[in-house]
């Protein structure tokens, strides 16, 4: 009796082979959680963002389509970075996700810096600050703590970055405090823009010890607890790149999206400026690395948590705030660090914290009662600011 013919298996679908080359496998052996894949599903709201600018529809769906199409780019952008740090080498790789940690929130910040939101861009800044330390950390204990008594992290890693906090805090409070204390008759744009400036630099000079220190001298620390980490998904060093580009593309594209919005936001539905940076734009460009420490944090992997909003926020106050100084200049659109008083008396009470709360090196679940119960408290107020 002859063999029936063989029936050629049918590989996977496009759309599945699609997703799977920007980091979400739907394949049935793969153990991809329920989170991520609710996270990647917002990429319908990327075609959706476009539509609704073309068709005009209304600059509030212009808002929410453009920051729902947002959080899944910042996560496929957070894994090729990932991806291609593992195929560069330790010490590439490490300045790779320190540049690229954060390229969301700069994306976002450079177009409204160019559209001329200099407070939605300060407030931004420090709404990132804030985020990281209060809600994220505090969202991170919180959900890490229960049913354990506690969870540890490294205190020297973490006291390091707490004191890096400090820095940053004297780098945004002195340019407020130089204002405050200058005569009116000698306070010049030019004075406040060449004192941004100076700043600027320094503050850069601290992250490029920042990164000495994280991956050459004090490496040790930070390999401690990138032990529990996933290894790469097995990208190619030219796959990741191509992936990181195109998405990094996208994130601009939407990015230009989501400000036209915001400005919807500001000039028609009176929210204040302060107010669209500190809460709405900042939760918004760190939502997919915080939903990362969240999940580390539920796994009993708190170093690996404490270490990612550490880091990330050091980020954004050493790196991001002076380089969008410097792009401010350049592009003809100074931005200065004369942060508003309420702003920085925030970052000040954000910094105290982070150096209380980690000088012992453990966290419970109502440490990170504490930390969303003070972030609840700036939001309000922010709300309320005029």
Known sequence: MPASPSVPTAGPAWPQRTLAAIGLDL???????????????????????????????????????????????????????EELSHKVGAGVGG?????????????????????????????????????????????????????REKQTFNRTAAGSAATQLTLATVGLFI????????????????????????????????????????????????????????????????????????????????????????????TTLHFSELFVGVVLVALVGGAAESVTAVTL???????????????????????VAPVLVLLGFAIGRPLDLNFNLFVIAAIVMTMLIANTITHDGESTWFEGVQLLIAYAILAVAFFFHP
Do not use: C
Not at 99 to 126: H, P, R
Not at 218 to 238: F, I, N, P, V
Not at 301 to 313: D, F, G, H, R
């Open 297 to 319: 944090a539920s796994k009993n992997q708190m170093p690996l948590a404490v270490n990612i909003v550490m880091s990330s926020t050091l980020q954004i106050a050493l790196f």
């Open 27 to 81: 394949a049935p052996a793969a153990d991809t959680s329920a989170v991520t894949k609710g996270i990647y599903a917002l990429l319908v709201f990327v075609p959706l963002a476009v539509a609704v600018h073309f068709l005009n529809i209304g600059g509030f769906w212009l808002f929410l389509t453009a920051a729902a199409a947002i959080i899944p780019l910042a996560k496929i952008l957070s894994t090729a970075t």
């Open 175 to 266: 340019p407020a405090a130089f204002v405050l204390t200058t005569p009116a008759s000698l306070l010049t744009t030019d004075l406040k823009e060449e004192l941004s400036l100076g700043v600027a630099g320094f503050l850069l000079l601290g992250y490029i010890a920042q990164l000495l220190f994280n991956l050459r001298t004090h490496k040790h620390l930070y390999q401690e607890e990138g032990g529990t980490a996933e290894a790469g998904a097995g990208w190619s060093r030219r796959h990741a790149t191509l992936v990181l580009l195109g998405t990094t593309i996208v994130v601009a594209v939407v990015a230009e999206l989501l400000v036209a919005g915001l400005e919807y936001l500001t």
């Open 95 to 147: 300045l790779l996700s320190a540049t690229f940690g954060n390229a969301v929130e700069m994306i976002i910040a450079f177009f409204a810096l160019q559209a001329g939101l200099y407070e939605v861009v300060q407030a931004s800044i420090a709404g990132s600050i804030l985020g990281n330390v209060l809600f994220v950390l505090g969202l991170s204990m919180f959900v890490g703590g229960l049913g």
